[in-house]
């Protein structure tokens, strides 16, 4: 491999993987808890075009407040989930729901054909792009099976 | 100064990339630095930003939300990974988007500070950090290094020293 496409070496540290081994399966998931649930609540305000400042003034918060819900460090009480929930608009439950998937192919095709033969009928390898569907930015966005040219007739 | 950047093998989840540097003559990065300098101390809190750390390599990413920024320069991506409501320990690191972010050091913020400017513990791992993110950041703008083509990696020569 040349220098150009050299990674960076893998390092394996003692201490963290101590420390680490430390954290127990509950401890984990509470802090799996609160990420999950500050990222969902960001994307929900985003999804209603709010900025922070916004979503604040519509529960009658500081939106040093918000930054903390957001942080995925902070212990939601019940109220303030319902509190959440009513200026959403959706039920309390649907803070919970992972995002709905959103696919974005960013794939670009180009096909350059010189000479064709008028009867050949063309078809995109339906596997060529079953496996190309893959989001870099967003990994658990990622949906197998759609083609994103169905079929292609040149003639 | 000079330095290598180093991939952290025991975050090997698909969000996130997490490097950290170690620094010439030292065996271990300066996130390890972090964790042994205050393990006994702060060892709750290091477990937490640990499990955080795990749940932003393998779930998550590394979304805006969960960092604190303009700690450093405008523009140079130093951030510090937001406290737990009752800690105070600061861990310094440079965020590149959801995809990839780079573990420094940090300390506890001491009661009645504002900033870190005020403490020369946080002040000398601050500065650290926005040295080795202008570092980067020139080295991406020569093309010496470069991101991979899905973001996640950074490829070239991630051995830096002072006298370049």
New interface residues.
């Given amino acids: 491999m040349n220098e150009k496409n050299k990674k960076a070496r893998k390092y394996s540290s003692k201490i963290l993987g101590e420390l680490l081994d430390e954290v127990t399966p509950a401890e984990q998931l509470k802090t799996n808890t609160k990420m999950t649930l500050a990222a969902r609540l960001g994307d929900l305000i985003s999804a209603k075009g709010w900025g922070k400042s916004e979503f604040a003034d519509k529960i009658n918060k500081n939106p040093s407040e918000i930054t903390k819900w957001l942080s995925g460090t902070h212990n939601f009480t019940i109220d303030t989930l319902a509190e959440i929930a009513m200026v959403l608009k959706m039920p309390v439950v649907e803070l919970f729901v992972p995002a709905q998937v959103q696919v974005v192919n960013k794939v670009q095709v180009v096909v350059t054909v010189n000479e064709v033969e008028p009867s050949i009928k063309y078809d995109t390898p339906r596997v060529l792009f079953s496996s190309s569907h893959y989001s870099f930015y967003n990994k658990e966005s990622v949906v197998h099976g759609y083609p994103l040219i169905t079929s292609r007739h040149l003639s | 100064v000079n330095y290598?950047?180093?991939?952290?093998?025991?975050y090997s989840g698909?969000?996130t990339t997490i490097?950290?540097v170690?620094m010439d003559q030292e065996d271990?990065?300066l996130?390890?630095e972090f964790?042994?300098k205050y393990?006994t101390d702060y060892?709750t809190e290091?477990?937490?930003i640990?499990?955080?750390l795990?749940?932003?390599n393998h779930?998550?990413?590394a979304?805006e939300?969960?960092f604190k920024h303009d700690e450093g320069k405008p523009g140079d991506g130093v951030c510090a990974l937001?406290?737990?409501?009752d800690s105070k320990l600061r861990l310094y690191c440079i965020r590149y988007?959801?995809?990839a972010i780079l573990l420094g050091s940090g300390g506890p913020k001491p009661p009645g500070i504002r900033a870190w400017q005020d403490d020369p513990t946080l002040a000398k791992e601050m500065e650290k950090m926005i040295e080795i993110s202008k570092d980067i950041t020139k080295r991406l703008q020569s093309g010496d290094i470069?991101w991979?083509?899905?973001?996640?990696?950074?490829?070239?020569?991630?051995t830096f020293s002072d006298n370049e």
């Fill in positions: 290598e950047i180093v991939e952290l093998e025991k698909i969000q490097y950290s170690i271990s990065t996130f390890d964790l042994n393990k060892r290091l477990k937490s640990l499990s955080r795990k749940e932003i779930t998550t990413g979304r939300q969960f937001y406290d737990e409501p988007g959801k995809v470069r991979s083509k899905d973001g996640t990696q950074l490829l070239g020569n991630l």
